[in-house]
């Protein structure tokens, strides 16, 4: 079993500040996918990553995956309110993603 | 709605009786997945279905779960014999093919509470 670990487990932080999650696994991955997940709502995705070293802009959201194809990282800049929820990251195979614990951001204005 | 249905929202049910959740998944989309997600925890594979078979059970925790999706687009899932420890929000997603890295869409899911 493909283990992926999210780190850290919370974090709040002011409007503003630029904050930084982390998805590490033992194992190599062929792709790893970020999802925002809001209170009563489904995950959604935000980025898939593929290749080793490969870095994805989705506009103050910067997605970094390892050369080694075994974690990844997130970095929100000036972060909004609107940043809130918990971020998750997964990876797997076909039709059966494998999710991490996930990173509960609360932004407070 | 255009996107992942599911119902009901809400279920509470008494230990040992039968629930059924059922999933309307986006139209066109062939490959169907529930997952469950526990308080504090990410979704855990339960099964997917690439139109009306099952290609992967595998994270069915035991037999008193069951899936099926007869027509290929709508999916039950079936849970017997109903323990506490079954309580979590179950999700539904669809994508237009299995393959890996195609979106996923998910539903808003079924909470389901066992007291």
């Known amino acids: 079993t493909q283990l992926l670990e999210q780190s850290p487990q919370f974090l709040s932080i002011q409007e503003g500040e630029n904050l930084t999650v982390y998805c590490n696994s033992s194992s190599v991955f062929s792709s790893l996918q970020w999802y925002r997940q809001e209170p009563g709502e489904g995950p959604v995705l935000l980025v898939t990553v593929v290749t080793g070293g490969e870095v994805k802009k989705l506009k103050r959201l910067t997605f970094q995956f390892g050369d080694a194809r075994k974690d990844s990282s997130l970095h929100i800049t000036a972060a909004q309110p609107g940043d809130t929820g918990l971020y998750l990251c997964?990876?797997?195979?076909?039709?059966?993603?494998?999710f991490g614990a996930g990173t509960q951001v609360v932004v407070t204005p | 709605g255009a996107g992942v249905s599911q119902t009901p929202s809400n279920k509470v049910t008494e230990k040992g009786k039968y629930v059924e959740l059922r999933c309307d998944p986006i139209s066109g989309h062939t490959a169907l997945y529930w997952y469950r997600q526990s308080l504090g925890q990410g979704p855990e594979f339960l099964i997917y279905?690439?139109?009306?078979?099952?290609?992967?059970d595998s994270g069915l925790p035991n037999d008193r779960f069951f899936a099926v999706r007869p027509e290929g687009s709508v999916s039950t899932l079936k849970i017997q014999r109903t323990e506490r420890g079954d309580s979590a929000v179950y999700l539904c997603?669809?994508?237009?093919?299995?393959?890996?890295?195609?979106?996923?869409?998910f539903g808003q899911g079924t909470r389901l509470t066992v007291v």
């Open positions: 997964a990876g797997g195979t076909w039709g059966k993603l494998q």
């Open positions: 997603a669809s994508s237009l093919t299995e393959v890996l890295n195609t979106e996923a869409f």
């Open positions: 279905f690439q139109g009306t078979g099952a290609a992967d």
